[in-house]
């Protein structure tokens, strides 16, 4: 990403919204927010980092630290070379006795069902 798109992204000060609320921290130097701190927000994910810290990462990697989509303006990303919609996922669920889960998945047209690996283990 260049200097000029980087500049084109929103940055915020940094206000609490009450006093006793949960501290926030930035993702990339793991130190809480603090007020009147300048901000920055990925437009497309919305998660917020020091500005200072997250420009010299999307400098050399433009996409988020958090979910790896992309930082700039544009919905479509790539990662690592790959088409964000190409991309599969695999998440584990251990169902111990008695627990019951309900799992919505977005399978696109490409897609196919990933079998159970054993019957107290769902892949989806």
Known sequence: MSHDELEKLPCF????????????DCAVCLENFKMGEKCRLLPICKHSFHAQCVDSWLLKTPICPICRTSAGSQRKAMVSGHDESSRSREVRLE????????????VNSNSTPIPS??????VV
């Open 13 to 24: 000060e940094f206000k609490a919204l009450e006093k006793g609320t949960s501290p926030v």
């Open 95 to 106: 169902l111990r006795e008695n627990q019951s889960v309900e799992v919505g998945t977005q």
């Open 117 to 122: 690996s054993s019957p107290s283990e769902h």
